[in-house]
Nanobody, 115 residues
Framework: QVQLVESGGGLARPGESLLLSCVAS????????MAWHRQAPGKERESVAY???????YYDDSVKGRFAISRDDDKNMAYLQMNNLKSEDTAVYYC?????????WGQGTQVTVSS
């Protein structure tokens, strides 16, 4: 089993930045694709960004140019740097680790963007 714990969420004003972190335990993430998803109230969970074990990244159009995903396999961690936050970024953000044997989710961290 892989356990994922997110941190770094909170309250931010529009235009501000937050850095989300995800620490994994139980297995190395070096062979996994690491992803961030989010779920806003009343909406389905959606993909925000992912980074493969080789470093290829993908971003949803809604965050492209504002968010940056990264990973540190030595620390077994993944990150999501969120810049120029908007009110529509308000959601619970989830870290996901995708292995060939299956996927694992964290419990999520709340991000609220409000003036």
């Amino acid at each position: 089993q892989v356990q994922l714990v997110e941190s770094g969420g909170g309250l931010a004003r529009p235009g501000e930045s937050l850095l989300l972190s995800c620490v994994a335990s139980g297995s190395t993430i070096s062979v996994a694709t690491m992803a961030w998803h989010r779920q806003a109230p009343g909406k389905e969970r959606e993909s925000v960004a992912y980074i493969t074990s080789g470093g290829t990244t993908y971003y949803d159009d809604s965050v492209k140019g504002r968010f940056a995903i990264s990973r540190d396999d030595d620390k077994n961690m993944a990150y999501l740097q969120m810049n120029n936050l908007k009110s529509e970024d308000t959601a619970v953000y989830y870290c996901k680790a995708v292995f060939t044997r299956g996927s694992f989710w964290g419990q999520g961290t709340q991000v609220t963007v409000s003036s």
